[in-house]
């Protein structure tokens, strides 16, 4: 990690403080743009300015002037692995008062942060954390969810998420679950946790069932994936097997996807299997039709509904939309180029055609 200028940490400072450039250099007694300048390294502030800079910041000079903050993952997993030493040998304590050092000595470093907050997680897990660690975690996450790097924040985020959840403090559980990506995939795993601990059953079994229906998808997604690299490389095998797959995944699961049909067609129709083909294309139809027929019968995901959502270009759809799209994806006439003298294939054409003409 590259080392932070001085003039990224006092931007990096100023906006922990929730200050402005103006409010800063009003402070100081001095013009904004100066302020500017020192944050984009362009000049640096006089040497008597410095401590009345570090009591504005609310830091000390100590580590406003510190230019070995940042840590390399190798040298905080040393630090890690000594914390552990002597945890084991010393106590929890013990452990602590190590952990507090090397804050003293690098209190910017959020690779360092993180391992500590990583440890007193599981402390927290195991039902031993003090109060007082109980409080230090926290701090530690509230810092680190202000991070700039995303990875970073979103990862603090999720920690701080569980943290409240265990503790029950459930309304800023929510709150911080609300601020990570839609798509995220262990925000989703809290969310579906929180709505259970808060004993909201129903809402925890759609979510768990609509999480588990977008894993799925991105599961065929995946497999389509690789029957097209087999297609690219002549492996036959694979491509039908792949294909197979997909089918039984759909057809055990119950859910209106089609995938499967679709990819067992394009194998028929690379194999010269034309009956074989427009039967696939028979069943894709007849299971684009009757979708909401497929989904109510499911085990896994009959309790969603229309609340169901598939995952389209990289958004969640409706139902509905996702037929539409499907449909019209069918009907490029590259699907049926070599079906286009089957009565079973032109008979399924004629009905989606029906079901759009609707």
Not at 39 to 44: A, I, L, P, V
Not at 174 to 199: C, G, M, W
Request: charged share 30%.
């Amino acid at each position: 990690m590259a080392v932070e200028s001085f003039g990224k940490r006092i931007c990096r400072l100023r906006k922990q403080a929730n200050m402005t450039q103006r409010e800063l250099a009003n402070l100081l007694g001095i013009s904004e743009p100066a302020v500017c300048k020192w944050e984009t390294d362009s000049s640096m502030p006089d040497i008597m300015l410095l401590a009345p800079l570090a009591r504005a910041l609310h830091t000390d000079l100590n580590t406003l002037l510190s230019y070995e903050e940042q840590l390399s993952p190798e040298q905080v997993k040393a630090f890690g692995d000594t914390a552990e030493e002597i945890g084991q040998t010393e106590g929890a304590d013990a452990e602590m008062l190590y952990w507090k050092e090397k804050f003293r000595e690098y209190p910017n470093s959020e690779l360092l942060t993180m391992a500590c907050a990583k440890w007193l997680t599981k402390l927290q897990v195991q039902g031993t954390a003090t109060g007082e660690q109980m409080q230090i975690l926290e701090e530690l996450l509230v810092k680190l969810c202000k991070s700039e790097e995303a990875e970073m924040k979103f990862e603090a985020k999720r920690y701080l998420a569980s943290f409240y959840i265990t503790g029950q403090r459930f309304e800023e559980a929510e709150t911080i679950l609300s601020t990570l990506p839609e798509f995220d995939f262990n925000a989703r795993h809290l969310k579906a946790l929180l709505l259970y601990v808060q004993k909201d059953y129903e809402s925890a079994r759609k979510e768990c069932e609509q999480f588990l229906f977008e894993c799925v998808q991105n599961a065929l997604i995946c497999l389509s994936r690789m029957a097209g690299i087999a297609v690219a490389t002549g492996d036959k095998e694979k491509e039908r097997t792949y294909a197979e797959m997909m089918c039984r995944m759909e057809q055990e699961l119950g859910i209106p996807f089609y995938r499967g049909a679709t990819q067992m067609m394009e194998y028929c129709l690379h194999s010269g299997e034309e009956e074989e083909a427009a039967k696939c294309f028979e069943a894709y139809v007849e299971n684009v039709l009757h979708a909401e027929d497929v989904l109510r019968d499911s085990v896994f995901f009959g309790d969603l509904g229309e609340d169901i959502r598939f995952i389209s270009n990289g958004a969640l759809v409706s139902l509905e939309e996702f037929r539409e799209e499907l449909v019209r994806v069918m009907q490029n006439p590259r699907y049926m180029r070599k079906l286009r003298g089957n009565e079973k294939a032109k008979e399924s054409m004629e009905k989606l055609k029906l079901y759009m003409g609707k």
